[in-house]
């Protein structure tokens, strides 16, 4: 069965610096999405993309995030100067089809830990 | 936009009973609530989901029910059983599946 894969699994990073976490969604699947869980609290919405752009974002995707599809596989997220609260488990997930709704399937996600 | 409430946030049963949690929705263009199962550090797995042109969907143990004029959905899960046990997620999508809204979440415990 197709996977979304995540790289890395955990994060530790210094606070203040950069972070890419990397996606890889499944092959034929048009939307991407970027979800943040932290710990014991509910999955927040942080970004899509469809078509090379961003579609829609949440208030929580500030200036400091930025997303991009540097090649026709991955999808990454990238966090500027990180912050403490920025720890988090982040999900990136995937779906097939355009203008009807199916499942968004997500990574195992990537536990990004700043210190 | 859409805003997703989901409760209870925490439920206890003995193993063999019923469990139900319920979830409500604001937005009447969403039309696709999916329910997610995540275990302990673990991915959200998706384990039903309803359209809105259906009231009731049902695989074997678990079901979803849709009452659109409410703006409610709820999962049932029947004769549960101590691998039931996880955090659930209803979320809800409209047609154009720019974004799903999650609900708060529910953590499941099924005593043995």
């Known amino acids: 069965e197709p996977e979304v894969t995540q790289t890395p699994s955990h994060q530790v990073t210094q606070m203040g610096q950069e972070v890419i976490l990397r996606c890889v969604p499944i092959s034929n699947h048009l939307y991407f999405y970027w979800y943040r869980q932290i710990l014991g609290q509910k999955v927040e919405f942080l970004v899509s993309f469809y078509n090379n752009e961003i579609s829609e974002k949440s208030e929580i995707f500030d200036d400091q995030f930025s997303v991009e599809r540097p090649d026709g596989s991955n999808f990454t997220l990238k966090i500027r100067s990180t912050k403490l609260e920025d720890s988090a488990m982040y999900f990136c997930?995937?779906?097939?089809?355009?203008?009807?709704?199916?499942?968004?399937?997500f990574g195992q996600g990537t536990r990004l830990t700043v210190v | 936009g859409e805003n997703v409430e989901q409760h209870p946030s925490t439920l206890s049963v003995q193993e063999g009973d019923s469990a139900v949690i319920k979830c409500t929705y604001s937005d009447s263009a969403s039309n696709y609530f999916p329910w997610y199962k995540q275990e302990l550090g673990k991915r959200p797995q998706l384990i039903i989901d309803?359209?809105?042109?259906?009231g009731e969907k049902k695989d074997q143990r678990i079901a979803v029910t849709l009452n659109k004029t409410a703006k409610h959905f709820s999962l049932h899960i029947t004769e549960t059983q101590p691998e039931d046990s996880a955090v659930y997620f209803c979320?809800?999508?409209?047609?154009?599946?720019?974004?799903?809204?999650f609900g708060t979440g529910t953590s499941l415990t099924v005593i043995p």
């Open positions: 979320a809800a999508s409209s047609h154009t599946g720019n974004q799903f809204y």
């Open positions: 309803i359209r809105s042109n259906v």
């Open positions: 997930a995937s779906t097939s089809l355009q203008g009807s709704v199916t499942e968004a399937f």
